[in-house]
Nanobody
Framework: QVHLVESGGGLVQPGGSLRLSCAASGSISSINAMGWYRQAPGKERELVARITRSGVTNYVDSVKGRFTISRDNAKNTVTLQMNSLKPEDTAVYYC???????????WGQGTQVTVSS
């Protein structure tokens, strides 16, 4: 089992930046992809960004050019640098880790990101 702990959420003004971090522990050798989902009140959970063990990245269109996902395989961490934040980015952000071919998913507890004046 993989255990994930997120950190870095908070309150920021529109146009500001936050950096989310996720630390993995447990059966880390089985992890392929890691990334971030978010869920805003009353909305479905949305995949924001993803990165494979080899470094291939994917982003939802709404965050392209503003968010950057990165990964340190040695430290078993993944980060999401969020710049030019907008109110619509407000959500609980969840880190996930997936096994090869999506054989499993593990989730963190979530961290709140609020973008507001």
């Amino acid at each position: 089992q993989v255990h994930l702990v997120e950190s870095g959420g908070g309150l920021v003004q529109p146009g500001g930046s936050l950096r989310l971090s996720c630390a993995a522990s447990g059966s880390i050798s089985s992890i392929n992809a890691m990334g971030w989902y978010r869920q805003a009140p009353g909305k479905e959970r949305e995949l924001v960004a993803r990165i494979t063990r080899s470094g291939v990245t994917n982003y939802v269109d709404s965050v392209k050019g503003r968010f950057t996902i990165s990964r340190d395989n040695a430290k078993n961490t993944v980060t999401l640098q969020m710049n030019s934040l907008k109110p619509e980015d407000t959500a609980v952000y969840y880190c996930y880790a997936a096994g090869v071919s999506d054989s499993y998913y593990n989730w963190g507890q979530g961290t709140q990101v609020t973008v507001s004046s």
